[in-house]
């Protein structure tokens, strides 16, 4: 059974870094074909990919977020690590993280996703 | 990037109708593109992927369509279920979602 879960602080202040760890069950990130990613939602509005880190430890990242983004696995403890640095209110977001896995050749994107989280941008 | 624009933004319906959803991708994307039904509070759930797939457990009134830069999803009897927001998603070049479409209960 798969399941991902992300956690992290639900209160961060403006420019501070924010730091989401995704949990995750049931597949391993050391698999040929897996990858998993960062989503976000702000309240009421559409989702938007973040990054993503690959089973190789190849990274991308959103062109329009990429000099604050930072990705990152631990294989051994099930784990990706999202750090997003000089938060802004407009970053209030729920916070998603998702599983992109390949099936025979074919790329099925984000089949399984954690519940989220919400973090909020104040001072 | 790649941008990609859904239509309508809103579409009242009623249950038993045949509903379709409008995708539109800014360059070809081949058929790199998936749809979501995501209802309120929750993380948002695949339904298609490669155009046309369906995801295992999906109801088969799902489908989709396309290939290139146009797609659809369309519902062949609208349930009382299937009554939230829809996005599509392109992967051919990193990832990208559309607007999103509410059904709502006309």
């Known amino acids: 059974q798969v399941t991902l879960r992300e956690s992290g602080p639900a209160l961060v202040k403006p420019t501070q870094t924010l730091t989401l760890t995704c949990t995750f069950s049931?597949?391993?990130?050391?698999?040929?074909?897996?990858?998993v990613s960062w989503i976000r939602q702000p309240p009421g509005k559409a989702l938007e990919w973040l990054a993503r880190?690959?089973?190789?430890?190849?990274?991308y990242y959103s062109t329009s977020l990429k000099t604050r983004l930072t990705i990152s696995k631990d294989t051994s403890k099930n784990q990706v690590v999202l750090t997003m640095t000089n938060m802004d209110p407009v970053d209030t977001a729920t916070y998603y993280c998702?599983?992109?896995?390949?099936?025979?050749?074919?790329?099925?994107?984000?089949?399984?996703w954690g519940q989220g989280t919400l973090v909020t941008v104040s001072s | 990037d790649i941008q990609m624009t859904q239509s309508p933004s809103t579409l009242s319906a009623s249950v038993g109708d045949r509903v379709t959803i409008t995708c539109r991708a800014s360059q070809s994307i081949s058929s790199w593109l998936a749809w979501y039904q995501q209802k309120p509070g929750k993380a948002p759930k695949l339904l298609i992927y490669?155009?046309?797939s369906l995801e295992s457990g999906v109801p088969s009134r799902f489908s989709g369509s396309g290939s290139g830069t146009e797609f659809t999803l369309t519902i062949s009897s609208l349930q009382p279920d299937d009554f939230a927001t829809y996005y599509c998603q392109q992967y051919n070049s990193y990832f990208t979602f559309g607007g999103g479409t509410k059904v709502e209960i006309k």
């Open positions: 998702a599983r992109t896995t390949t099936i025979f050749g074919v790329v099925i994107p984000f089949d399984y």
């Open positions: 880190i690959d089973w190789d430890d190849d990274k």
């Open positions: 490669k155009a046309s």
């Open positions: 049931g597949f391993s990130l050391s698999t040929s074909g897996m990858c």
